[in-house]
């Protein structure tokens, strides 16, 4: 006898299908599994036998082989539990083989034979849209997150019973408890109207926010680096529901999320100890890293020059091209990665650069310090600005903007940026190659006579012009105005990084 | 001493024989040097003794051993030595020996000399300035190394320092941005950049200037090198300039050698409050002169209007009414953007005028987001 069923294996983030077969003939009884899979695959044969006797089902006596297709795809997981012993029951007789053919299955099955908890159901249910397949059925964690996808029937089941039951029908397939769109609640964000004095930092954050520019923050301790930055996602648009799904798939496969739906715009700030494949992605088998769990969001390295250079590097690319590749064995997995970056530093090892006497670094020190922050990542922060201690008289001031005002700003602004990039391939100022900064900024006279200056006198490299013309765009968008003038650009100028090449005082 | 009469037109630019020996006598005394001072003696006393007082008065346990090589010491060796690692000699018997280091109490015996024997005698002749000053200087007191070297290098002077981090540097860079030669007296081996770091300075400094020291090649730093540096450096200099120095840094060294020679002695005021200023601020209570620009320098050596600073020759452009108003205000002390919102100006035109001012150069931005007015 003979039975197949459809079900996914997450490949990176991404769904592949596979279809598990079962082949039941006389012989000794023995289960063996074929085809690819992972310790927790081969671990997955004494689950199913121990899930389908304790649900009141027959383990076949006789010769039981199981195969994952394709054979190549490596199959890593407890996600093939329920499709493996469903496909059991079907060559066994004991749910019928024609039912299973419209659904795809998926989730882990415990010892008593209920389906637990599987991450990236979200991914699993979109590849059950893609291969064409009416129904999935899921655990009843995941209902929710795989009901997202539009087009897909969701069985929401508990155990295996249960779907054995949907499947011979004596039970009409529920649908999922909750409608998706309730998704989970907004939780209360830290508002920009908790920041007292910080003028300078908070035009930085909208600016920042409305052309996604990357920004370091540079302060001494306890100035209030990160309390601003975690109060960034705030100002940020709404995720469109392509971006939201997006976030949701990658989190629910990554196993940091459940149910539901991610409206929040991400905001993850890893510890500076973390490893380059914890960043951008690794492992076996790969998972997401931290700057693809801030897709769409924003990444925060707080105590930037703390983080190993080894992993700074690392986000060179995902920074460059919005994603980054990891090659395993002959694949290559692809991670989107289109996060924002902000990452806030000292200015001296000691902190207190710039704070009259405080600081006790030497030269040596201080040019250390830059070292280990210098490099192409620093090149790659459009704003950069120093968060300075608040006035006493500035601390009992009243808020200088809230997060609903400097939202309102950003959207406008941002609404602007979609208006003229509307088929360029870029969604903001952030995201302009040279190619489309060209095209796309214009310059008032004085304002190319001011650019060709500081250009002249070595106030910017190339790179810095092309930097400082997309925050000037910006800056122009956020005052809405369609030309960039000679105050945006020397605007744009003071907020954009010293010169590393200090001439002659780094001789 | 009589061969060394007839054997002299046949090697002019060597030092002679006797004065090697004292050279290498001081680099083979150097641990003992440093043992003597930690007991208290007084280095310049102990660099005024002749050889046999000296290896007695200091050499201790291994009095016999260090008397036996200096029996057996080969000048032709130490010559060959310093001619490997690219090094020249200049001694006190020669005539091009620097007639204001002659005069100062034990002056050392041999100049080694990187970058041009006779390159040093014209720079040494000429009139010389020492900037010294704190490793750990602030931006203001950079600031103000590179604007002295600068205008005093463009007036035509010699700006002698010592290369050690910080204001050192920033004098000697400031004398090379104006191309100006500069002599950079080491407390190691002169054909070795010390310290490490400042490699590059190094070779720019060699390229159109020298760099000097009293030590054979191959020596190795020792604590008291650098006080004896700065003997050197005030011995060649006719005023000697301290910039920042903390209430114990060894610029003040340089100063009271300065003093003690009768030499002009200058200070660059600074805050009261300010740790690093401690030490300048007492020289100028003591009596030594205000500097407040390359004017003042050549006031206090030339006497007051005899030389006056070539006018700058960066040709940054006039500054415009407004941009003044806020380039004093940086310069009073107001020199973060949070300091000057504060004091009522609007974020977004100061940003604007800041960059302003950057671009044309008439200010810099440091760490920690302080803005540095550039003269």
Redesign the interface.
């Known amino acids: 006898m003979l039975a197949q069923v459809a079900t996914f294996a997450i490949d990176g983030v991404d769904p592949r299908p596979v279809w598990v077969e079962v082949d039941i003939r006389s012989g000794l009884p023995t289960f063996t599994i074929v085809g690819l899979g992972d310790t927790a695959v081969r671990e997955s044969r004494d689950r199913v036998r121990a899930a389908i006797l304790n649900s009141g089902f027959a383990f076949p006596q006789s010769r039981v082989t199981a195969n994952l297709a394709p054979a190549f795809l490596r199959k890593a997981g407890p996600g093939f539990d329920a499709a493996l012993a469903l496909a059991v029951l079907a060559a066994s007789g004991q749910v019928p083989a024609a039912a299973l053919v419209r659904y795809a299955v998926y989730g882990e099955l415990s010892l008593s034979g209920e389906l637990r908890d599987s991450p990236g159901a979200l991914a699993v249910a979109e590849g059950t849209r893609r291969a064409g397949l009416e129904r999935l059925i899921v655990p009843r964690e995941r209902a929710r997150e795989a009901a997202l996808v539009e087009g897909v029937a969701i069985v929401a089941v508990a155990s295996l019973r249960e779907a054995a039951d949907v499947l011979t029908g004596r039970e009409s397939p529920r649908l999922p408890p909750l409608p998706p769109e309730t998704a989970v609640a907004v939780q209360a964000e830290p508002d920009l109207s908790d920041v007292r004095?910080h003028?300078?930092p908070l035009?930085a954050l909208q600016i920042a926010a409305a052309g996604g520019h990357n920004l370091l923050l540079?302060?001494?301790p306890g100035t209030g680096k990160t309390m601003l930055a975690r109060r960034l996602p705030s100002i940020l648009p709404a995720l469109t529901r392509a971006q939201a799904i997006e976030v949701t798939r990658i989190h629910s496969v990554a196993g940091v999320h459940a149910g539901g739906l991610i409206s929040a715009r991400p905001f993850r700030a890893p510890h500076h100890t973390i490893s380059a494949a914890g960043l951008v992605g690794g492992g076996t088998p790969p998972r997401p890293g931290e700057a693809s769990l801030a897709d769409h969001g924003v990444l925060f390295l707080d105590e930037l020059s703390e983080f190993q250079r080894a992993s700074l590097d690392a986000l060179r690319q995902p920074l460059e091209d919005g994603h980054v590749m990891i090659v395993r064995g002959q694949r290559v997995l692809e991670f989107p990665t289109r996060f924002m970056l902000v990452a806030a530093s000292n200015?001296?090892p000691c902190g207190?650069?710039?704070?009259?006497?405080r600081?006790?670094?030497?030269?040596?020190d201080?040019?250390r310090h830059?070292r280990r922050l210098s490099g192409p990542l620093l090149d790659r922060m459009d704003l950069l600005?120093?968060v300075?201690?608040?006035?006493e008289h500035?601390l009992r001031a009243t808020p200088l903007t809230s997060s609903a005002k400097a939202r309102e700003l950003v959207l406008a602004a941002r609404q602007r940026q979609e208006r003229r990039l509307a088929d360029a391939g870029a969604g903001c100022n952030g995201e302009m190659d040279s190619r489309l900064a060209r095209r796309h900024i214009r310059l008032d006279r004085a304002a190319e006579l001011a650019l060709g200056?500081?250009y002249d006198?070595n106030?910017l490299s190339a790179r810095g012009r092309h930097r400082v013309l997309r925050v000037a765009r910006t800056i122009a968008d956020l005052d809405g105005r369609d030309r960039v003038s000679a105050?945006d650009v020397?605007?744009?100028?003071?907020?954009r990084q010293?010169d590393q090449a200090e001439g002659?005082?780094a001789? | 001493m009589s061969d060394e009469a007839a054997e002299q037109p046949a090697a002019p630019q060597g030092a002679c024989d006797s004065c090697l020996r004292r050279s290498w006598l001081v680099a083979r005394l150097g641990a003992q040097f440093d043992f003597a001072r930690r007991r208290g003696r007084d280095l310049p006393l102990i660099f005024d003794l002749p050889d046999g007082r000296l290896i007695a008065a200091i050499a201790g346990g291994t009095r016999s051993v260090v008397e036996r090589e200096y029996e057996e010491f080969d000048p032709a060796t130490a010559a060959a030595r310093c001619c490997v690692a690219g090094v020249e000699t200049l001694c006190r018997c020669d005539a091009g020996y620097p007639r204001r280091l002659v005069a100062a109490p034990g002056c050392p015996a041999v100049l080694h000399i990187v970058g041009g024997r006779d390159r040093f005698v014209a720079l040494a002749a000429a009139d010389a300035v020492a900037i010294v000053g704190a490793?750990?200087g602030?931006a203001y007191g950079?600031e103000m190394a590179?604007l002295l070297a600068r205008g005093l290098a463009g007036a035509g002077l010699t700006v002698v320092s010592g290369m050690a981090?910080?204001i050192d540097?920033?004098a000697?860079?400031?004398t090379?941005?104006v191309e100006g030669a500069t002599v950079a007296v080491l407390p190691v081996g002169a054909e070795r950049p010390y310290p490490a770091?400042?490699r590059?300075?190094y070779r720019?400094i060699v390229d159109s200037g020298v760099a000097v020291s009293e030590l054979p090649p191959g020596s190795d730093s020792r604590r008291w090198a650098f006080p004896a540096r700065n003997r050197i450096i005030a011995g060649l200099s006719a005023m000697t300039v301290v910039i920042e120095a903390g209430e114990r840094s060894g610029s003040l060294i340089t100063a009271a050698v300065a003093e003690d020679l009768g030499r002009q002695l200058g200070a660059v005021p600074g805050r009261v409050t300010?740790?690093?200023s401690a030490g300048t601020n007492e020289l100028l209570a003591r009596g030594a002169r205000v500097v407040r620009d390359a004017g003042d320098v050549l006031d206090a050596i030339f006497g007051v209007g005899m030389r006056a600073v070539p006018t700058s020759p960066t040709g940054r452009g006039a500054v415009g009414v407004e941009l003044r108003e806020l380039l004093d205000a940086v310069g009073g002390g107001r020199d973060?953007?949070?300091a000057l919102?504060?004091s009522g100006r609007p974020?977004?035109?100061t940003?604007?005028?800041?960059?302003?001012l950057?671009?044309?150069?008439h200010v810099r931005?440091?760490?920690?987001?302080?803005y540095v007015v550039r003269v």
């Not at chain 1, 020397?490 to 907020?495: D, H, K, N």
């Open positions: 004095g003028e300078l035009l540079e302060g001494a200015p001296c207190f650069a710039g704070v009259d006497d600081c006790s670094c030497s030269e040596i201080l040019r830059r600005v120093t300075e201690r608040p006035h500035e200056i500081a006198r106030a105050a020397m605007m744009a100028v003071s907020l010293r002659a005082m001789a | 490793r750990r602030s950079l590179r981090l910080g540097s920033a000697h860079a400031g090379l941005e770091s400042k590059a300075l720019r300010s740790r690093l973060t953007l949070g919102i504060r974020l977004e035109l940003l604007t005028q800041l960059a302003e950057e671009v044309c150069g931005r440091e760490a920690g987001g302080r």
